[in-house]
């Protein structure tokens, strides 16, 4: 029996990124998610150009680590057809014992402009707050993915959902 799926507008926030730190806000329709994650994973906001970049043109699923410590998420990307599918999975640590039942935070459904370009909007607006990259560095103790980005901006571009 097919599970019921959320369609809903998606909004993404980084913010407060200080320490290794970043605080993400998910808005779903009238719920909000936050949830702060570490730099122990540094090369996370690399993996989510280059998840979101790959949905552009590609079926099946991609997924994007983020660790809260000592609990650790999985931002699942399934796409089929036209539809991509976005779980947030919260699992109690990064060693995943035998018998661990992670707990889904939240799970929607929509067309790539309604669950990818909301992250591209949230990374647009991240850079273009610590536009200098020492200062993104110096705060998330990693530097910001700007060939990756540049690269997802122009694949979003030639198709218009910029």
Known sequence: ????????RLRVEFA???HGWVQIR???????YEMQFSYV???????LCAALLALLDEKGERVVFWMEEPEEY???FSKTSEIIELQMWRFDSHRRGLGEKPCLRFEIAGDYAEICVPFWRALKTLRSLYSRDEEFEA????PFPDREFALLTEALRARRLT
């Open 139 to 142: 705060r998330w103790r990693a």
């Open 1 to 8: 029996m097919p599970r019921f799926l959320q369609m809903a």
């Open 26 to 32: 998910f808005w779903v329709e009238e719920n909000e």
């Open 74 to 76: 999985e931002m699942r």
């Open 16 to 18: 407060h990124i200080e």
């Open 41 to 47: 994973y540094r090369e996370v906001f690399t993996h």
